[in-house]
C-alpha cells in the first residue's frame, strides 16, 4: 500500500503547525536557509505560483521523539500534544521559511525572539506595489490604469517569472525592543497602516497577515490587510487624478483618458465628454482591482502546490528511504538521527556529544593479549625538562595511558567535530545486537538485528543505558583489528560487520581479557579475508559467523568452522586463486578486486618487518612512519611498460600483471620517492637481503624482467604467502 500523498496549500499547513499537529523533530538539522535572498526566493516562487517540491511527515507518537515547534529552539512538553502528530522530515528550510513569511505563527510559538531558531527569522516581508509615479518599467500589478492584469488566478498561471517579482518583495527586520509597527511584539494598530503607505519606492503590502488565523486577533488581522490594500488603491486613484488635473492641455487630457481607459472604450468616450466622471469610474475601477489583488494573492497562497507525504509510524524504516531519495548528493536523515531524537526522552544531555565524549576518554587496555612483535613497538616520546636540561625518553603507550583506540583509528574528526560513518554504523549494529541478545544465546542472533526496523525499535531506556558499554566494545574492537590485524583507520576495515562482530565478543570482560579469544578471532579474520567468504552475501555470512562464535564461547564448541576456511585461504575461486591473481583469467574478462591489494599489504604490516630499502626503519601500524606508508608496487610497472606505454595508464588497468595482488606490500612515502626515478637494475640493488626474504621476493634478483619473468617471481611469492598466511592461522588455532 502507497504513502498517503495529499495535494496540499500553505494556509493548511500552517494551521497544522498552529495547532500543533505537524513538529520538528529534534534530530532534524539546523535552520541553514539564512541568506536574505534565498528566503526571498522561495517568497518569489509563491507569488509566482510556481511548484514548491512534497513535504515528508512521518506520523507517531508525540512521546516517540524529543521536537519543536517549527522556526522555536524550545522542546516542547509531549505530555500537553495530542495522541498522534506528524514529525517533518522533509522540508524544514522551506516550511520555517513560508511559515515566517505568511503568518506569525513562529513568533506566537515563541516567548522571545532569542526563542527563534535564527536570527534571520526577525524579518518581514512586504509585496511592494509601486506608485503610480514609479509605475516604469513591468507593471506586473496593473497600477498604470488599475486594471489587473490576472484574471481568475485559482484556473490560470500568471505569465511572469519568479525573478520578475523579486524587485517587489521587501524585507524589513525588527529586534526585540524596536517600536516598529510590524514588529511581532506590537500590537497591530493603524500605525502599521502608515508605514506600508508612507515607504518611497512603493505601497506595501505585509504578507505575514495573509493567513489571520495565525493572529492572536484574526479579525484584527483581517481588517489591517484589508483597510491597507483599500488604502493603496486610493492612493493609486489619488495620483491619477493628481496628475490628470496638472493637464493643462486638452489634447493631453484626451490622450491621458485614451491611455488610462484603453481597455474599455465605453467608458473613455464617456469621461472623455463629462471630466467629472473621472473620479467616480476610477473608484470603482480601484474598488475591482483591489478585489483582484486580493483573489490573486489569496490563490497563492491557498492554491500553492505541495505535494504532502505522510508516513506511518511503522513504516519509519520506509520514511527514511523516502527522504533519502529526495535527497539524493544532500545530507540525509538516517536512523542515527532517530536513534538520537529517542535518547533525548531520558536524557537531556545532547547525545552526539556524549558519544564523543565516550570516543575520547581514557582507556585501559588488556597488554597481555597483543602480539610480542607489536607490543614492543607501542612506545611514544615523553619530553620532561630535569634542572632546565630538556630530555626525551620512549614510555609505554598503555602503561601512560597514552593510547586511544578509537582516536588512533579516526573514528573521531576533532577538527570538524564529526564521528565517522563506519564507527556510527558499527555502534547501531552492536547496540542492536547486545540489546537483543545480552546473554549470547548463538541462535538468537538474527539478520533482522542489523536491519532498520529491529534498529529503531529499540527503546530510549535501552539505547541510553547501553551507550557507554558498546562504546569501550567497538574501542576494544578496534584495538583488535590494530594491534593484530594491520589497520590503521576505522575506513581501512573493508567489512564493517566485521567491527561489529568482534565489539559484540568484546562486550564480556572476560572474553576480551582472554589472549585465545583475540588468537581464535584474528584466525576467523584472516580465513575470512583470504578465503573470500565476505565477497557475497554479508549479512547472511556475519550472523552465521556470530552464532558460530558465541556457539564456540559459549558451549565449546569445536573450531571447525574456522578451519573449512583454511582450505580456501588464496584459493577461493575466482576471488583469491592463483590463475586469477596470476592473471591468467583477463580473456574471461576475471581479474582480481583491488581489495586484494590492501589485504596482502595489511596482513604483512600486522606481522611488521623491515623497511624494503632502509634496514633501520621498522614497519608496523605503531611505527612512527605508519602514517605516510603507500601500497607499492614490488616489481615496478616500467618493468612492463611498452613503448607506446604510460605509467599512469598501467596504473589504471587492472589487468596488468604488475598490478596483481601478490606484487603490493607497504612502503614509506620517503622511499617510495627516493627510488621512483631509478632504472630497474639500480632499483634492484637497492632492496635489502632482510626484505626480500620476509616479503618473499628471493627470486627477485635480476633487471631482466619481462612479463613471463614478472608472472614466475609473482608465482613464487604467491606460493610462499599462501603458506605463511595458512601456516599462522593454524597456530593461532593450537
Given at each position: 500500500?502507497?504513502?498517503?500523498k495529499?495535494?496540499?496549500?500553505l494556509?493548511?499547513?500552517?494551521?497544522?503547525?498552529?495547532a500543533?499537529?505537524?513538529?520538528?523533530?529534534?534530530?532534524q538539522?539546523?535552520?541553514?536557509?539564512?541568506e536574505?535572498?534565498?528566503?526571498k526566493?522561495?517568497?518569489a516562487?509563491i507569488?509566482?505560483k510556481m511548484?514548491?517540491?512534497?513535504?515528508?511527515l512521518l506520523?507517531?507518537?508525540?512521546?516517540?521523539?524529543?521536537?519543536?515547534?517549527?522556526?522555536?529552539?524550545t522542546?516542547?512538553?509531549?505530555?500537553?500534544?495530542?495522541?498522534?502528530?506528524?514529525?517533518l522530515?522533509d522540508g524544514?528550510?522551506?516550511?520555517?521559511?513560508?511559515?515566517?513569511?505568511?503568518?506569525n505563527?513562529i513568533?506566537?510559538?515563541?516567548?522571545?525572539?532569542?526563542d527563534?531558531?535564527?536570527?534571520?527569522?526577525?524579518r518581514?516581508?512586504?509585496?511592494?506595489i509601486?506608485?503610480?509615479?514609479n509605475?516604469?518599467?513591468?507593471?506586473l500589478?496593473?497600477v498604470?490604469n488599475?486594471n489587473?492584469?490576472?484574471?481568475?488566478?485559482?484556473?490560470k498561471d500568471?505569465?511572469?517569472?519568479?525573478?520578475?517579482?523579486?524587485?517587489?518583495?521587501?524585507?524589513?527586520t525588527?529586534t526585540?525592543?524596536?517600536q516598529?509597527?510590524y514588529?511581532?511584539?506590537?500590537?497591530?494598530s493603524?500605525?502599521l497602516?502608515?508605514y506600508?503607505?508612507?515607504?518611497?519606492e512603493?505601497?506595501l503590502?505585509?504578507?505575514?497577515?495573509?493567513?489571520p488565523s495565525?493572529?492572536?486577533?484574526?479579525?484584527?488581522?483581517?481588517?489591517?490587510?484589508?483597510?491597507?490594500?483599500k488604502?493603496i488603491a486610493?492612493?493609486?486613484?489619488?495620483?491619477?487624478?493628481n496628475?490628470?488635473?496638472s493637464?493643462?492641455?486638452?489634447?493631453?487630457?484626451q490622450?491621458f483618458?485614451?491611455?488610462?481607459?484603453i481597455?474599455?472604450?465605453?467608458?473613455c468616450?464617456?469621461?472623455?465628454?463629462?471630466y467629472?466622471?473621472?473620479?467616480k469610474?476610477?473608484?470603482?475601477?480601484?474598488?475591482?482591482?483591489?478585489?483582484?489583488?486580493?483573489?490573486?494573492?489569496?490563490?497563492?497562497?491557498?492554491?500553492?502546490?505541495l505535494?504532502?507525504?505522510?508516513?506511518?509510524?511503522?513504516k519509519?524504516?520506509r520514511a527514511?528511504?523516502?527522504?533519502e531519495?529526495?535527497?539524493?548528493?544532500?545530507?540525509c536523515?538516517?536512523?542515527?538521527?532517530l536513534?538520537?531524537?529517542?535518547?533525548?526522552?531520558?536524557?537531556?544531555?545532547p547525545?552526539?556529544?556524549r558519544?564523543?565524549?565516550?570516543?575520547?576518554s581514557?582507556?585501559?587496555y588488556?597488554?597481555?593479549?597483543?602480539?610480542?612483535?607489536?607490543?614492543?613497538?607501542?612506545?611514544?616520546?615523553?619530553?620532561?625538562?630535569?634542572?632546565g636540561?630538556?630530555?626525551?625518553?620512549?614510555?609505554?603507550?598503555?602503561?601512560?595511558?597514552y593510547y586511544?583506540?578509537?582516536?588512533?583509528?579516526?573514528?573521531?574528526?576533532?577538527d570538524?567535530?564529526?564521528?565517522n560513518?563506519?564507527?556510527?554504523?558499527a555502534?547501531?549494529n552492536t547496540?542492536s545486537?547486545?540489546?537483543?541478545?545480552?546473554?549470547?544465546?548463538?541462535?538468537?542472533?538474527?539478520?533482522?538485528?542489523?536491519?532498520?526496523?529491529?534498529?529503531?525499535?529499540?527503546t530510549?531506556?535501552?539505547i541510553?543505558?547501553?551507550?557507554?558499554?558498546?562504546c569501550c566494545a567497538i574501542?576494544?574492537?578496534?584495538?583488535?583489528?590494530?594491534?593484530?590485524?594491520?589497520?590503521r583507520?576505522?575506513?581501512?576495515?573493508?567489512y564493517?560487520?566485521?567491527i561489529?562482530?568482534?565489539?559484540?565478543?568484546?562486550?564480556?570482560?572476560s572474553?576480551?581479557a582472554?589472549i585465545?579469544?583475540?588468537?581464535?578471532?584474528?584466525?576467523?579474520?584472516?580465513?575470512?579475508?583470504?578465503s573470500?567468504n565476505?565477497?557475497r552475501?554479508q549479512?547472511?555470512?556475519?550472523?552465521q559467523d556470530?552464532?558460530?562464535?558465541?556457539?564456540?564461547?559459549?558451549?565449546?564448541?569445536?573450531?571447525?568452522?574456522?578451519?573449512?576456511?583454511?582450505?580456501?585461504?588464496?584459493?577461493?575461486?575466482?576471488?583469491?586463486?592463483e590463475?586469477l591473481?596470476?592473471?591468467?583469467?583477463?580473456?574471461?574478462e576475471r581479474?582480481?578486486?583491488?581489495?586484494l591489494?590492501?589485504?596482502?599489504?595489511?596482513?604483512?604490516?600486522a606481522?611488521t618487518y623491515a623497511?624494503?630499502?632502509?634496514?633501520?626503519?621498522?614497519?608496523?601500524v605503531?611505527?612512527n612512519v605508519?602514517n605516510?606508508?603507500?601500497a607499492?608496487?614490488?616489481i615496478?610497472l616500467?618493468?612492463?611498460?611498452?613503448?607506446?606505454?604510460?605509467?599512469?595508464a598501467?596504473?589504471?588497468d587492472d589487468?596488468?600483471?604488475?598490478?596483481?595482488?601478490?606484487?603490493?606490500?607497504?612502503i614509506?612515502?620517503?622511499?617510495?620517492?627516493?627510488i621512483?626515478?631509478?632504472?630497474l637494475?639500480?632499483?634492484?640493488?637497492?632492496?635489502?637481503?632482510?626484505?626480500?626474504?620476509?616479503?618473499?621476493?628471493?627470486?627477485?634478483?635480476?633487471?631482466?624482467?619481462?612479463?613471463?619473468n614478472?608472472?614466475?617471481?609473482?608465482?613464487?611469492?604467491?606460493?610462499?604467502?599462501?603458506?605463511?598466511?595458512?601456516?599462522?592461522?593454524?597456530?593461532?588455532?593450537?
Open positions: 500500500m502507497s504513502e498517503p495529499t495535494t496540499m496549500n494556509q493548511e499547513i500552517i494551521n497544522e503547525i498552529e500543533g499537529d505537524v513538529l520538528l523533530p529534534d534530530f538539522r539546523k535552520f541553514v536557509w539564512t536574505e535572498e534565498r528566503q526566493k522561495i517568497v516562487s507569488l509566482t511548484p514548491i517540491g512534497s513535504i515528508l506520523e507517531s507518537d508525540p512521546s516517540d521523539y524529543s521536537s519543536k515547534v517549527i522556526g522555536c529552539k522542546i516542547i512538553n509531549a505530555n500537553k500534544l495530542k495522541n498522534t502528530v506528524e514529525f522530515l524544514q528550510q522551506r516550511i520555517t521559511v513560508l511559515t515566517n513569511v505568511f503568518s505563527v513568533h506566537n510559538n515563541c516567548n522571545k525572539v532569542s527563534l531558531v535564527s536570527p534571520t527569522l526577525k518581514r516581508f512586504f509585496l511592494c509601486p506608485k503610480w509615479k509605475r516604469e518599467g513591468s507593471d500589478f496593473g498604470q488599475l489587473f492584469p490576472y484574471k481568475d488566478p485559482d484556473s500568471p505569465d511572469f517569472l519568479s525573478g520578475e517579482i523579486m524587485p517587489f518583495i521587501v524585507c524589513e525588527f526585540a525592543g524596536d516598529m509597527p514588529n511581532p511584539a506590537m500590537d497591530l493603524t500605525a497602516d502608515e506600508c503607505l508612507s515607504n518611497e512603493g505601497y503590502l505585509p504578507l505575514f497577515l495573509m493567513t495565525s493572529e492572536k486577533n484574526p479579525s484584527l488581522a483581517k481588517l489591517r490587510l484589508n483597510t491597507i490594500r488604502n486610493e492612493k493609486i486613484t489619488q495620483e491619477i487624478e496628475h490628470f488635473e493637464l493643462t492641455d486638452s489634447a493631453k487630457k490622450a483618458i485614451d491611455e488610462l481607459f481597455d474599455d472604450k465605453k467608458m468616450e464617456a469621461v472623455k465628454k463629462d467629472t466622471l473621472l473620479g469610474k476610477l473608484s470603482e475601477r480601484a474598488e475591482v482591482w483591489e478585489g483582484e489583488i486580493k483573489e490573486y494573492l489569496d490563490s497563492c497562497v491557498k492554491n500553492i502546490v505535494n504532502k507525504i505522510v508516513v506511518s509510524a511503522e519509519r524504516a527514511i528511504d523516502i527522504y531519495n529526495l535527497n539524493i548528493g544532500g545530507v536523515l538516517n536512523i542515527f538521527d536513534i538520537m531524537a529517542k535518547v533525548a526522552k531520558v536524557d537531556n544531555a547525545y552526539y556529544e558519544l564523543i565524549g565516550f570516543i575520547k581514557e582507556k585501559e588488556t597488554k597481555s593479549v597483543i602480539p610480542d612483535t607489536v607490543a614492543s613497538l607501542m612506545k611514544h616520546k615523553v619530553t620532561s625538562e630535569i634542572d636540561v630538556m630530555t626525551a625518553k620512549e614510555v609505554d603507550m598503555l602503561e601512560d595511558k586511544n583506540a578509537s582516536l588512533f583509528t579516526k573514528c573521531y574528526n576533532e570538524k567535530n564529526e564521528i560513518p563506519k564507527f556510527i554504523d555502534f547501531l547496540l545486537l547486545y540489546t537483543y541478545n545480552p546473554s549470547y544465546k548463538p541462535d538468537e542472533y538474527k539478520v533482522d538485528h542489523i536491519k532498520r526496523n529491529k534498529i529503531l525499535e529499540l530510549p531506556e535501552d541510553h543505558s547501553n551507550t557507554e558499554k558498546i574501542d576494544r574492537a578496534l584495538f583488535f583489528f590494530q594491534t593484530r590485524c594491520g589497520i583507520s576505522i575506513n581501512e576495515l573493508n564493517s560487520l566485521m561489529s562482530l568482534v565489539a559484540t565478543v568484546f562486550t564480556n570482560d572474553w576480551y582472554d585465545n579469544v583475540h588468537k581464535k578471532l584474528e584466525a576467523w579474520y584472516w580465513s575470512s579475508l583470504f573470500g565476505y565477497d552475501d549479512n547472511t555470512i556475519f550472523i556470530l552464532q558460530s562464535v558465541m556457539d564456540m564461547l559459549t558451549n565449546t564448541a569445536d573450531i571447525g568452522w574456522i578451519s573449512k576456511n583454511i582450505d580456501y585461504i588464496l584459493d577461493a575461486q575466482n576471488f583469491s586463486d590463475s591473481l596470476l592473471m591468467e583469467k583477463v580473456q574471461e581479474y582480481p578486486k583491488r581489495v591489494r590492501i589485504f596482502m599489504c595489511q596482513y604483512l604490516l606481522k623497511d624494503m630499502f632502509d634496514p633501520k626503519i621498522t614497519i608496523s605503531f611505527s605508519a605516510a606508508l603507500e607499492h608496487h614490488i615496478p616500467g618493468s612492463v611498460k611498452k613503448m607506446d606505454e604510460s605509467t599512469e598501467l596504473r589504471k589487468k596488468n600483471i604488475c598490478n596483481s595482488p601478490i606484487n603490493f606490500v607497504y614509506t612515502k620517503k622511499s617510495n620517492d627516493e621512483s626515478d631509478d632504472t637494475d639500480v632499483y634492484i640493488t637497492k632492496i635489502t637481503d632482510e626484505a626480500k626474504s620476509t616479503l618473499s621476493i628471493q627470486s627477485y634478483t635480476t633487471s631482466n624482467i619481462d612479463e613471463d614478472t608472472k614466475q617471481i609473482l608465482k613464487q611469492r604467491y606460493t610462499a604467502l599462501k603458506g605463511d598466511i595458512k601456516t599462522h592461522v593454524r597456530q593461532l588455532l593450537q
